[in-house]
Structure formats: C-alpha cells, structure tokens
T-cell receptor
C-alpha cells in the first residue's frame, strides 16, 4: 500500500529535550516536506526537500532541522523544543512541488 | 508576495444545497493549483490538480475550475459525508515551497 508514515503519532515532552519525528514514504517520491498546522494559522511549510541531500526552508523553519540522507526518509528534528512548537505536524511526499502531495497521518506534539 | 486566500472561512449547507468555495492566488506563472480535503485530526487528502486557466476536473459531487486569478470548488447536492475542511495550495513562484490557503470548513446538515 502506497503510504507516508510518521512516528510517533502523539508525543508529550518538556522544554529543551531533543526529539525526532520520523517520516517515511514508499512511493519513490523525490519531494518531501514537513508542515505544521495550528488553529487560525492553517498549514505552514517548515522545510522541504527536492531530492536526497537537497533541502530548503519553508515559511516557518526556525527551531527545526531536517536531513535527507535517503530518498524514502525525511526526519524532523527539534533540538531544543519550546512550548510554541506545540502543534500538529504533517509529513508529505510527491513527485515535485508542482504535483500533488500525499500526507502522513500527523504527529500531535505537546511541549510543556 | 505569493499568497493564497480562501472564502468563505466557514460554510453551512443543507443536504442537497449546492454551493461554491473560492480560492484566490497571487502567484504569477502558476505551476499548478491543488485542492485537498481534510477531516478533523487527519492529513489532507488530495482531490484535484489544475494547471491551466479554463481547466475543469470532476469527482462525484465535486467540480474544480481554474481562472487566471482564482479557482472554484463547486459542490453539487452535497451530502453530510462531504463535511470537511477544503484546502487549496499552489507552488511558490520561484521556489519549490508550497503555499496553502487557510481553508474553508464545510458543514452539510442532514
């Protein structure tokens, strides 16, 4: 089954404790992306990757890191999470920015 | 600045009452416009891609259309299961980032 998977689905952590949210896709897509979704602010792109080893900032990259060492994986790293990073996070993949994206189920992160 | 807006913010329809949702964009050199459906707490689900003004796509009770400045998602005789948030998105003009509109929350009342 073609899919984008994310783990964990739910995470409660404390300020400053480094965490990683994993994302994997099995569709051989070149393009992968991370979004956060907040009430009243909609979906905002954090980082995207056009291919292995190629990443670029989206609209809200501050406080996040990403890496793309393999085509299928695109982890999101929060090195020192803060409460304002409490949000619903989605990973997505597609053939490119000008093509449709397929989204993962989401990770609900709470930082206390 | 590349921007996507959607209206209305929320729409409440009676079952069977047709209507349209609007997505306006300011990106020049459009490289595609996408419509997604999102159910609460779930990831957006792809509906349509439109690339050229005048293009139309249909799926069940939904039809998407595109002009040079906006797109419409027409919902014909909606059913309660069409209740969801509908999002539109476009690639930015000169980068490979994707910009989403704020969405329209649709409620269809039986």
């Amino acid at each position: 089954e073609a899919q984008v998977t994310q783990n964990p689905r739910y995470l409660i952590t404390v300020t400053g404790k480094k965490l990683t949210v994993t994302c994997s896709q099995n569709m051989n897509h070149e393009y992968m992306s991370w979004y956060r979704q907040d009430p009243g602010l909609g979906l905002r792109q954090i980082y995207y990757s056009m291919n292995v080893e190629v990443t670029d900032k989206g609209d809200v990259p501050e406080g996040y890191k990403v890496s793309r060492k393999e085509k299928r994986n695109f982890p999101l790293i929060l090195e020192s999470p803060s409460p304002n990073q409490t949000s619903l996070y989605f990973c997505a993949s597609g053939a490119g920015a000008e093509y449709e994206q397929y989204f993962g189920p989401g990770t609900r992160l709470t930082v206390t | 600045e590349d921007q996507v807006t959607q209206s209305p913010e929320a729409l409440r329809l009676q079952e069977g009452e047709s209507s349209s949702l609007n997505c306006s964009y300011t990106v020049s050199g459009l490289r595609g416009l996408f419509w997604y459906r999102q159910d609460p707490g779930k990831g957006p689900e792809f509906l349509f891609t439109l690339y050229s003004a005048g293009e139309e796509k249909e799926k069940e009770r939904l039809k998407a259309t595109l002009t040079k400045k906006e797109s419409f998602l027409h919902i014909t005789a909606p059913k309660p299961e069409d209740s969801a948030t509908y999002l539109c998105a476009v690639p930015a003009r000169s980068y490979d980032k994707v910009i989403f509109g704020p969405g329209t929350s649709l409620s269809v009342i039986p």
